[in-house]
């Protein structure tokens, strides 16, 4: 059997997929997806599948596409497919587009990107389930109008029969003229006694007892008391009210039961004429009729839905005899409008729904609510057209599932809240944080500018500026934490020395395992490279995490960290790749184990582990920590392109595993990484004079950029807020705008507008200058008209190379000597330090022992500039306050002194 086919539509191949494995995962095997990249793919996959008479019960589709929009392609859609239903799934779209698609492609639901799992899930659950019943009231409308064929075909039958016997009748009568013998019907005529005193009839086979057998008899000699009675009395009425009677009877002719229809009319004060003719073709007809009308009738009763069949004029013509369903139980619906029966205020709505199902010959579908009881029901309506200008009426109770939608919609309203909020924090905190930090950096930059600093004042601004680089860092790190839940978080690739980064984790958990007497052991196999790319944050990130929580809960024994190498294509195991110092652009897996001797999970714990705010028994009861760490792990471990794992048991220590992937890099791809930038001294000259308009409500951060603009020979002016920066635009014409975003009175986004709306300001270069970390930001502010942007705070040669790249500015820059030579020769830190005399190394080690930072600067000023490697280094220590590391380098170079010996 050929299964249903959903079709999926974007043109991000990522979502596709996505979108597929989610609907595989919630409907099973029932469905076909098919997957179109484009308006025009999906329009071929639905001929395709129109042609092969495949069912296409629901597409969704994204609204930004190249071509044509989404909207565009479902009223299409509707036009060649009105019973299949449409949702709209966008993170961006317009209030006319879902407007176009709910009016002219019947658009079944819009939901926004990035889509709520369960809220996709019971979307389109609800809109399968609706096709389905859609499909099973079209078939039955087919039934029904089968069986109102059925009806037609016999009453037409009927009153052809009918029409017949009244021609027979007409033309007897005209051919007779009132003569008895002549006539095809039963004539009789009695006296009041009911008495035999003519009979006629060209039908004997219809006379209860022969016709000459009956004259000068009375009905009670010819028939059972109880009949002749019945007779009788007929006679009385007509002679009693002088008018003519109608009555139909049966009679048991020859063992079969012949109806009759007979006419009573007095002729004479005590006389009466009864004429009958022979109904019984037309009473089986009727009963015939009867007997469909009753299947009609159970068919009705055994619906769980509201079933109505209305006229064009509102009347209602059939209605179920079971009253507990309907709005007014204990009204006789037959006959009664829709305004008489529902509500009258809303009742001419409904009636319109009806007049449109008739008058264009199409099934019309929608809600509405009523008061039942104490309570609000809703209903969906499906009203389809019938013949004889009469529409059925098909409601469904679907209370159920409004309020189930009432709990979502308060659900999505309070998660749309707090996402808001959450966005409006971390806007608030990246602008309040970033704000002063591009001060710091900015001025600090500047300083080191000043040839009238002596070295250990230039020194002292290399301190700043490297802390204030650190806590930046620092400051994006909890920053990108914030973001995990609101689906913010990126993968921020580097190359790195991952020796290093084990050996300064090792440090930093070392004092704490001394502590608590547990043993700390790093194992790094072999084939390990030193050297790697992936994100290097997120990586220490989660060793740190699983490293405390080992710590913690482990009282006595030890702590492993293990590190080993794969291939990512083959999966988890040893890849034997050497000493691992190839340089590749394949993805390795990198595999890494912490294991404890600590207290264990309980198994049934092992599956919430790493639920945010869920913690083990054993945390709850540590009264330590969140819940967020092993949280925060695993998607780090996923976004890194791996999953985590972990065994337990009680009382015998816990181990988690973690795959990641990464590239291999060289020593050089470090270096290059590390290589300073050179620094601008002056414009090129025979340049054109720029004018430069600085645009910040902070006087700090307009001055560093005029300090920094100004001595290159720059011609700038500044405005603390919009409404100042449009009236200096005006007059002064300015090459380049570096605009703040957020600022009193009128904002950076207004201004922009304002100047980019005049030809003159199309030619004026608008930068803008956020001290938001919020990747959305960047979408607004250029759909604003800034040209392209600057987040805060900004190292000097980011202003510089913007410039160069809008106005085409040429620099005359300062000559750097390259500060790492050693290491492109390949010489180490401890090669670097035997360089050194002994009497040196000492002093340096007392120091870093003292912790005296101003003694170790005036030692590392002794280094030669061959080895500007392990200056810069050692400079790199201090300022991290890491002292303790270089005594670990000295030690370990004079322990390695010794073995050689």
């Given amino acids: 059997m050929v299964k249903p086919t959903i079709i999926c539509v974007d043109d991000e191949r990522v979502v596709l997929v996505s979108l597929r494995d989610q609907l595989i995962q919630h409907l099973g095997n029932d469905y076909e997806i098919e997957l179109a990249e484009s308006s025009q793919e999906a329009l071929e996959i639905c001929a395709e599948l129109k042609e092969e008479e495949i069912e296409i019960p629901l597409i969704i589709s994204d609204q930004i596409m190249p071509g044509m929009k989404g909207d565009e392609l479902l009223i299409q859609i509707h036009t060649h497919y009105p019973k299949t239903l449409k949702i709209l799934l966008t993170g961006q779209t317009s209030v006319e587009a879902v407007a176009n698609a709910v009016n002219f492609a019947n658009l079944y639901r819009y939901i926004a990107k990035p889509w709520d799992s369960t809220d996709l899930n019971l979307t389109v659950t609800e809109a399968l389930r609706c096709y389905a019943q859609r499909q099973q009231l079209a078939q039955a409308n087919e039934t029904l109008k089968k069986i ?28 007779m003229r009132g003569i008895f013998a002549a006539m095809t019907e039963l004539i009789f005529v009695f006296d009041a006694q009911g008495r035999h005193l003519k009979i006629a009839s060209s039908n004997p086979a219809i006379l209860y007892k022969p016709a000459d057998t009956r004259i000068g008899k009375t009905l009670h000699e010819v028939f059972e008391k109880e009949q002749a009675d019945i007779f009788l009395g007929y006679i009385q009425q007509a002679l009693n009210t002088r008018q003519t009677i109608n009555v139909e009877y049966s009679l048991i002719i020859e063992g079969k ?3 009759s229809s007979a006419s009573i009319s007095p002729i004479e004060d005590n006389a009466v004429i009864w004429v009958a003719r022979d109904t019984t073709d037309r009473y089986l007809l009727e009963e015939k009729l009867r007997q469909s009308e009753e299947k009609i009738r159970a068919i009705f009763e055994a619906m769980t839905d509201v079933v109505l069949v209305v006229d064009e004029q509102g009347a209602i013509e059939v209605a179920p005899t079971n009253p507990s369903r309907l709005y007014n139980a204990d009204t006789d619906l037959i006959s009664l409008t829709i305004e008489q029966f529902f509500l009258p205020e809303t009742s001419e709505t409904w009636f319109s729904k009806v ?70 924090f971390l806007a608030n905190m990246s602008h309040e944080l970033r704000s002063p930090l591009n001060a710091i950096l900015g001025f600090s930059q500047l300083l080191t ?23 930046l860092t620092l400051i994006n790190n909890v920053l990108d934490l914030s973001k995990i839940e609101a689906g913010r978080i990126t993968l921020n690739e580097s190359n790195f020395d991952l020796y290093q980064l084990l050996d300064d984790l090792e440090d930093m958990f070392q004092v704490k395992a001394d502590a608590q007497d547990l043993q700390l052991v790093v194992e790094c196999n072999a084939n390990v490279p030193q ?28 702590v492993w960290v293990r590190v080993g190498m794969g291939n990512w294509e083959l999966g988890i195991g040893e890849s034997g790749i050497g000493n691992g110092q190839e340089k590749s652009s394949t993805p390795y897996s990198l595999l890494f184990e912490v294991e404890d001797t600590g207290i264990g999970i309980a198994p049934e714990e092992l599956e919430s582990i790493f639920e945010a705010f869920v913690q083990s028994q054993a945390g709850i009861e540590s009264q330590e920590g969140t819940g967020l760490g092993l949280s925060i792990a695993r998607q780090f471990v996923q976004l890194m392109g791996g999953e985590i794992q972990t065994r337990s048991e009680l009382g015998r220590g816990t181990t988690f595993k973690f795959d990641i992937k990464i590239s291999i890099v060289t020593a050089t791809d470090i270096i290059e990484d590390k290589q300073p930038t050179r620094r601008v001294v002056a414009l090129a000259p025979n340049q054109q004079s720029y004018r430069i308009l600085i645009v910040d409500d902070k006087w700090s951060n307009r001055q560093l950029l005029l300090r920094l603009l100004n001595p290159l020979g720059f011609e700038t002016k500044e405005a ?66 800034c040209d392209d942007f600057v987040r805060k705070p900004f190292r000097e040669a980011v202003i510089f190379d913007k410039m160069a790249q809008y106005l085409g500015v040429s620099y005359v820059y300062e000559e750097l000597s390259s500060p790492l030579q050693e290491i492109k020769t390949g010489a180490s830190l401890p090669e670097s330090l035997t360089t050194m005399p002994t009497e040196w190394v000492s002093k340096l080690y007392q120091a870093a022992d003292l912790i005296d930072n101003e003694q170790i600067f005036q030692l590392l000023e002794q280094i030669p500039s061959n080895h500007t490697f392990l200056r810069e280094t050692l400079i790199d220590w201090v300022n991290s306050f890491r002292c303790d590391q270089i005594i670990q380098l000295i030690e370990d170079t004079n322990n390695k002194a010794v073995e050689d010996v």
């Avoid at 109102?148 to 051919?175: H, Y």
């Avoid at 100042?724 to 922009?752: C, K, N, Q, S």
């Avoid at 608008?766 to 960047?778: C, K």
């Fill in 148 to 175: 109102n064929t059925e009806l037609e075909q016999l009453n037409t039958a009927l009153e052809q029969k009918v029409a017949e016997r009244t021609a027979e009748l007409a033309q007897a009568e005209a051919e």
């Fill in 257 to 259: 039961e012949v109806w």
């Fill in 355 to 424: 007049r449109q199902a008739i008058e264009t010959q199409q099934i019309v579908n929608f809600d509405y609510r009523l008061p039942l009881a104490d309570e609000q029901l809703w209903f969906s309506a499906s009203i389809s057209p019938m013949p004889h200008d009469s529409a059925i009426w098909v409601a469904r109770n679907i209370s159920t599932r409004k309020l189930a939608e009432a709990a979502l919609q308060e659900a999505k309203e309070a998660a749309e809240a707090a996402n808001r909020a959450k966005s409006t």
């Fill in 720 to 785: 603390s807020n919009g409404k100042e920066a449009i009236a200096i635009w005006e007059r002064f014409e300015p090459h380049l705008i570096w605009m703040d975003m957020r600022m009193p009175v009128m904002d950076g986004y207004e201004a922009t507008k304002h100047i980019k709306a005049h030809l003159k300001g199309q030619a004026t270069a608008i930068i803008a200058l956020t001290a938001s970390i919020l990747e959305e930001e960047r979408a607004v502010i250029l759909s604003a008209g």
């Fill in 531 to 558: 050297y790697i790319r992936t994100d290097q944050v997120k990586l220490r990130q989660v060793l740190i995490n699983l490293l405390n929580n080992a710590l913690k809960f482990t009282q006595e024994g030890a």
């Fill in 449 to 471: 500018r000043s040839h009238s600093l002596n070295p250990e004042q230039q020194e002292n601004v290399s301190i700043i500026n490297r802390s204030g680089e650190h806590l």
